[in-house]
């Protein structure tokens, strides 16, 4: 039996133990063979060598990310402590600044946080149009507009395009109150969200007002030549072969394109097929066009949400097994 001591001077230890000691439960969860003591500002470890060392590590991970962010949830400090691999831990601990993506408000950094949602970064600075598919929760959305924030900010584009299909899912538009933007802006307003994030209000305020970002569903996009401009088509399994194609031949010179979309996610009409399966599968092997397969392990929402995919994608193969056809299969994960 091995003793440890690891002092918590540089950080607040309520941070690190958590309200009612959430986050040190967590920590002896995590290791049950060692006993974990946390005492004013110091953790104590008792136990084998071996284990000792591999709690030593993920402690002073933890410790590495409050000195820098201030403030750690629950969810981060489990998925720091279930980080077995560099991968894992590369996405907490900070190894490069070049890796931020977009600094914003009050002190914000915002990156590529797992190893495909760098693969859509490194994809997009060497393609024009890069296709990122997955499940919800994934990071598709969140690092497309970070990637057009930054081209923005950079100057390498003049204006950033988003846009989704408007498509009705459970309500229909035309019941809904208000005007046409009205009806609209609520589906849109994941977008607006993530750039929340990333832009200051007042300026967000300024780029939209001069249409410097502009966030329109895709019928708006028909019959325009987009220049000079980083474009977002989200949710793209909404939107049908004839939309994907317009959409695709509105790029102009100097533009890039991220399309997103979770092909089990179709809204569309039983007799109309998601331009985005097609579009994914015959525009493989262009130069200039890359594609991007995001699944679970990229989900960086609650803990609790790559869990509940998982359930639900068990249920959908034992249901294709029995053969039931009573529910639908292609909605199960939940929404982006």
Do not use: C, W
């Amino acid at each position: 039996m091995t003793d440890t001591i690891i002092n918590l001077d540089t950080v607040n230890p309520i941070d690190f133990f958590g309200v009612n000691n959430g986050k040190l439960d967590l920590l002896k969860k995590k290791f049950p063979l060692l006993k974990i003591l946390g005492r004013g500002t110091q953790v104590k470890l008792s136990g084998s060598p071996e284990q000792i060392a591999n709690a030593r590590e993920k402690i002073e991970l933890v410790i590495q990310y409050l000195e820098r962010n201030g403030h750690l949830t629950d969810n981060y400090f489990e998925q720091i402590l279930g980080g077995d691999d560099q991968e894992v831990i590369d996405n907490f601990v900070e190894r490069n600044p070049n890796d931020v993506l977009v600094f914003g408000p009050n002190g914000k950094t915002v990156r590529a946080r797992t190893q495909n949602q760098k693969k859509m970064v490194s994809a997009s600075d060497t393609n024009d149009i890069v296709f990122a598919i997955g499940p919800a929760g994934t990071g598709k959305t969140y690092t497309a507009v970070a990637l057009a924030v930054r081209a923005l900010k950079n100057k390498s584009v003049k204006k950033i395009i988003l846009t989704r299909p408007a498509v009705e899912a459970g309500e229909s538009l035309g019941f809904l109150p208000g005007d046409l933007k009205e009806k609209i802006d609520p589906y849109l307003r994941p977008l607006y969200d993530a750039l929340d994030d990333m832009i200051p209000a007042d300026k967000l305020g300024y780029y939209m007002s001069t249409r410097t970002i502009e966030i329109a569903p895709l019928a708006y996009m028909r019959g325009r030549t987009l220049d000079n401009a980083y474009i977002i088509l989200d949710e793209a399994q909404n939107a049908t072969d004839l939309q994907l194609k317009m959409f695709l031949t509105r790029i102009g010179a100097n533009a890039k394109a991220i399309i997103t979309g979770d092909m089990t996610q179709v809204d569309l009409p039983k007799s109309q097929r998601s331009g985005l399966i097609k579009a994914n599968r015959i525009l493989k092997n262009i130069k200039g066009i890359a594609h991007i397969e995001l699944d679970e392990e990229d989900v960086v929402r609650h803990r609790l949400v790559k869990s509940i995919i998982k359930a639900y994608d068990r249920e959908k193969e034992r249901e294709e097994r029995e053969g039931e056809t009573d529910a639908p299969t292609r909605n199960y994960r939940p929404r982006d």
